[in-house]
């Protein structure tokens, strides 16, 4: 079964560095988008930085250059490194990605979310 599991989120001072990681585990083919998105409670999620199997990349207007992904296809782990974080950052960050299985089908995977917050 393909799982997606995240780490790293946790409490920082606003200026502060954060960095997420989500590791697919289980069988798979491929993976070919990978992302982060993040939420806060009673709105929809929406997309923080995205990032394709040959590494191009976008990010939300709020974010940029103040976040980085990156990925590591040998590990299959997709990590979002945070800098001058924000109070506006606090949400929860779910990750994401586009698997393709044994069968030859992509499917849409999520993490379990991950807590991100910035003290002021």
């Known amino acids: 079964q393909v799982q997606l599991v995240e780490s790293g989120g946790g409490l920082v001072q606003a200026g502060g560095p954060l960095m997420l990681s989500c590791a697919a585990s289980?069988?798979?083919?491929?993976?070919?988008?990978m992302a982060w998105y993040r939420q806060a409670p009673g709105k929809q999620r929406e997309l923080v930085a995205a990032?394709?199997?040959?590494?191009?990349?976008n990010y939300a207007d709020s974010v940029k250059g103040r976040f980085t992904i990156s990925r590591d296809k040998v590990k299959n782990t997709v990590y979002l490194q945070m800098n001058n974080l924000k109070p506006e950052d606090t949400l929860v960050y779910y990750c994401?990605?586009?698997?393709?299985?044994?069968?030859?089908?992509?499917?849409?995977?999520w993490g379990q979310g991950t807590q991100v917050t910035v003290s002021s």
């Open positions: 994401y990605a586009i698997i393709t299985t044994s069968s030859g089908h992509g499917f849409q995977y």
């Open positions: 289980g069988t798979f083919f491929s993976i070919s988008r």
């Open positions: 990032i394709t199997s040959d590494g191009s990349t």
